[in-house]
């Protein structure tokens, strides 16, 4: 494998804490130890494609903190470059409070720090105005400032790299900027997101084997609004994806869940790997859901994102 992926997002210090269900609206839940580690939608989704086999590139922002040593550390430790991640004076790195339920589900707040300090003239400081080249994949998500994926977005297509979008979180009501969605080559979203940008009710499926036509349809929906390739995540059903080529589905791998952190950003990583290496859509998307499914039997998010070998074991294991 030589695909290099260029890495533009967040990165955060990540503190969890696992209960036995999530607490409700002024109620108070006892749990285990806090659990303190590297996150970030973009250092999770660098470290990801690293240990998959990419080379890789972090752009982004740290505060001048203890966690942002840390979180550069945990960089250079992947052998990731982090030539263009900047420190930014008398600011604090990006801070996450996660709470896990037993069962893998999870409530995050975020508190962006220096991530909200990325903006177009920090971008091209960083970068010295060279976002990617015609050979990178460009990987992008959504805790950073709009305006700056936006922009990173522009320079990537303007250079003929394959981007790619997960367009997580979703900023708030209303859709994305029609200009970011015709940049993107590949748009990643998961049921709340894909309804949200199209307009729809909020909540997902109930059962794949009677909704999965709709969601292939409702990839088929947000390719309208610009990028060629939709890829819709379905947590443990597995994912839909949508291309000129028409739709397919490839369904979710057995797996003893325990914290579904960092399994999106596995899905996003390989995805985007396989993608940028020419894979068709069906093994991309497939190769996805295993990464995704291997990261989900582990606690926290770097620390339970797979390597190549793991991934390739569990698709020999678990035959079509």
Known sequence: MDERLVVVGSLNMDLSVTVPRLP???????GADVVRGPGGKGGNQAVAAARLGARVRMIGLLGDDAHG???????????I???????LPDTASGLALIVVQQDGENTITLSPGANH???EATLRSLTEGAVAN?????????EVPLPTVLAAAREARAAGALTVLNAAPLPGPGPLPAELLRAVDVLIVNETEAAGLLGLPDGPSA??????????????RLRLLGPGTVVVTLGAAGAVAADARGGLTEPGFPADAVDTVGAGDAFCAQLAIALGLGRPLAESVRRACAAGAVAA????????????????????????
């Not at 059962?207 to 088929?220: K, P, Q, S, Y």
């Not at 339970?304 to 020999?316: G, H, I, K, M, Q």
Request: hydrophobic content about 35%; glycine content about 6%.
């Open 134 to 142: 015609r050979s990178d994949t460009v990987l992008l998500q959504l």
């Open 81 to 87: 470059d982090d030539s263009a991640v900047g420190t």
């Open 117 to 119: 300090h990325l903006d």
């Open 24 to 30: 409700r609206p002024g109620e108070t839940v006892s």
């Open 207 to 220: 059962d794949l084997d009677e909704e999965d036509a709709d969601w292939t349809a409702r990839a088929g």
């Open 69 to 79: 040593v840390e979180l550069r550390a945990a960089l250079t430790a992947e052998g």
């Open 297 to 320: 039997t582990r606690r926290g998010a770097q620390n339970a994102l797979p390597t190549r070998a793991e991934v390739d074991s569990l698709l020999a294991a678990t035959p079509r």
